[in-house]
């Protein structure tokens, strides 16, 4: 069975760093595409960053691009996203999510795996 797991989710002050971390497991997803979305209360999940299975390339909505690192372990089942410079904007769920194939995507609809997701605030 597949699960994604995130962790490292809490509460912060704008300013801060915060890493989340999603373990994966039930598949090898060395091979996969992953990536972090978000979803904010009266929003639709929105992309944040992606990586291909080889950690490379990344890609980071505008919004976070310059403050937010996406990378993975060697055996890349273990996603991490380095958050810097927290905005309250920033507030939201975060998801981790997985594809089947390498390819990198930005839209939710072509990720396969979901994680259950995470609650990162930031305060002002």
């Known amino acids: 069975q597949v699960q994604l797991v995130e962790s490292g989710g809490k509460l912060v002050q704008a300013g801060d760093s915060l890493r989340l971390s999603c373990i994966a497991s039930?598949?090898?997803?060395?091979?996969?595409?992953m990536g972090w979305f978000r979803q904010a209360p009266g929003n639709q999940r929105t992309f944040v960053a992606a990586?291909?299975?080889?950690?490379?390339?990344?890609f980071y909505a505008d919004s976070v691009k310059g403050r937010f690192t996406i990378s993975r372990d060697n055996a890349g089942n273990t996603l991490y996203l380095q958050m810097n410079s927290l905005k309250p904007e920033d507030t939201a769920v975060y998801y981790c999510?997985?594809?089947?194939?390498?390819?990198?995507?930005?839209?939710?609809?072509?990720?396969?795996?979901w994680g259950q997701g995470i609650q990162v605030t930031v305060s002002s």
């Open positions: 990586t291909a299975w080889d950690s490379g390339p990344t």
């Open positions: 039930g598949r090898n997803f060395s091979r996969a595409a």
């Open positions: 999510a997985a594809r089947k194939i390498p390819n990198v995507l930005i839209t939710a609809r072509d990720y396969d795996y």
